[in-house]
Structures are given as structure tokens and as C-alpha cells.
């Protein structure tokens, strides 16, 4: 049972534009979310967070959307650059002593 | 140290043999996490170990797969007679504690190859 899904494998944006990334959740437990980026042969970074107690967190050009009704969150890079191709990866924890769940990433090329 | 350390970065071995992955975790961080990549899969939990409490093993994928966290820091993943199927990349994270909403910090992993 998947609780965390990214249901895009791959996407494709052109430099300068807006790349969205999409995940859904289904265990309403979870009250904490992260996005973490990983290039080959590398292990994932941390990127952004969001607390379910909010519904958007900015970082530069990073914004992390969370609609808790739908049980959903987005990554959304602006503008996307060269650089940002990698792997995403999406994921999700109950606050206390509980692991991170992570999806099964997104793989986002930026297309110069 | 300034990250997770994972040693070795890359293991060769042969099938039925047993292999040990170590992970140093960043110094203070009380959380440590075990995950697995297969190819073209996501991040697999495997094991999670917070402070002095007992460790969360759900993940293990079976009875030839354990862990150990020794003085609270460093930890040692270790699989017997190895198959297949383990061939993967193993993932080590740590972070300041779990109860706080803290990051988890991950290592650069331990490519397993079993042949």
C-alpha cells in the first residue's frame, strides 16, 4: 500500500518556464511533508518542507503547496533552469517517533 | 563529521555471502534512518532508529536483513547470504531528532552489487 504517490514518472519543461511537481497522500495522519531532489549517483538533498499547519512554504524559487482537503502537495519551481534536472522525490511523516515515506520520485528535465 | 558518511560507496559480492554497510551519521543527530533504491524505483524504509528507543524494523524486506546503532551513533546494516534481488543502492540518513520536525540528512549510499 503506497502512501505516498507521485503519479508522473518523468516530465519535461523548457528553461524559464514553470516546472510543477505532484504528489498525493493518502494517510490523513501525516502532518509534515518534504521535497528532497537527488542527482545520479548521489544521495537525495533536502530541498523544502511544509507543517500541515500551513498551506504554502516559499524558498526562492521554490514553493511548496499543500491542500490537506484533497490530501495533495506541489512542488513549483520558477524559473525552472538547466540545473534543476534530477530526480524529486516527495515525502511524508506523523510528527513523533515515525520515519519519513517517501514516493517513488518524479524525474524532471529542464530542456535549454 | 559535516554529513552522513557511507562506507563503502560501492560493494561487490557474491551471492550467499554476507555484507556489512556502515553509516556515520552528522554528530549530535539523534535519528537514523535505513532506505534501499532499486533501479528505477523510489526510496524503500527499511529501519529507523530514534534515541535509546526500540529501533522500527517494519521495513525490513526479510529475516536476512538487521541493523545495529552502537552508542547511539554510528550504525551497521548488514545483510546475510546475500541474493539477487538486494542489489540496490542502500541510503543512510539521519536527523536532529524525530519528534521535532526536523530534515533528515542523507549519505552519498553504498552500491550493492551481488553477482
Known amino acids: 500500500d503506497q502512501q505516498v504517490k507521485q503519479n508522473s514518472p518523468s516530465l519535461s519543461v523548457q528553461e524559464g518556464r514553470i516546472s510543477i511537481l505532484n504528489c498525493d497522500y493518502t494517510?490523513?495522519?501525516?502532518?509534515?511533508f518534504l521535497w528532497y531532489k537527488k542527482y545520479p549517483a548521489e544521495g537525495p538533498t533536502f530541498l523544502i518542507s511544509?507543517?500541515?499547519?500551513?498551506d504554502k512554504n516559499e524558498d526562492g524559487r521554490f514553493t511548496v503547496f499543500l491542500n490537506k482537503s484533497a490530501k495533495h502537495l506541489s512542488l513549483h519551481i520558477v524559473p525552472s533552469q538547466p540545473g534543476d534536472s534530477a530526480v524529486y522525490f516527495c515525502?511524508?511523516?506523523?510528527?513523533?517517533?515515525?520515519?519519513?515515506?517517501f514516493g517513488k520520485g518524479t524525474r524532471l528535465s529542464v530542456i535549454a | 563529521g559535516a554529513g552522513v558518511s557511507q562506507s563503502p560507496s560501492n560493494k561487490v559480492t557474491e551471492k550467499g555471502k554476507d555484507v556489512e554497510l556502515r553509516c556515520d551519521p552528522i554528530?549530535?543527530?539523534?535519528?537514523l534512518y535505513w532506505y534501499r533504491q532499486s533501479l528505477g524505483q523510489g526510496l524503500e524504509f527499511l529501519i529507523y532508529?530514534?534515541?535509546?528507543?526500540?529501533?522500527?524494523k517494519s521495513g525490513l524486506p526479510s529475516d536476512r536483513f538487521s541493523a545495529e546503532r552502537t552508542g547511539g551513533s554510528v550504525s551497521t546494516l548488514t545483510i546475510q547470504r546475500t541474493q539477487q534481488e538486494d542489489s540496490a543502492v542502500y541510503l543512510c540518513?539521519?536527523?536532529?531528532?524525530?519528534?521535532?520536525?526536523?530534515?533528515?540528512?542523507f549519505g552519498q549510499g553504498t552500491r550493492l552489487t551481488v553477482v
Open positions: 540518513a539521519s536527523s536532529l531528532d524525530s519528534v521535532g520536525n526536523t530534515e533528515a540528512f
Open positions: 494517510n490523513s495522519m501525516f502532518d509534515y
Open positions: 511544509i507543517s500541515s499547519i500551513k
Open positions: 515525502a511524508a511523516r506523523v510528527s513523533g517517533n515515525t520515519p519519513l515515506v
Open positions: 554528530s549530535g543527530h539523534t535519528a
Open positions: 532508529f530514534q534515541g535509546n528507543s526500540a529501533p522500527d
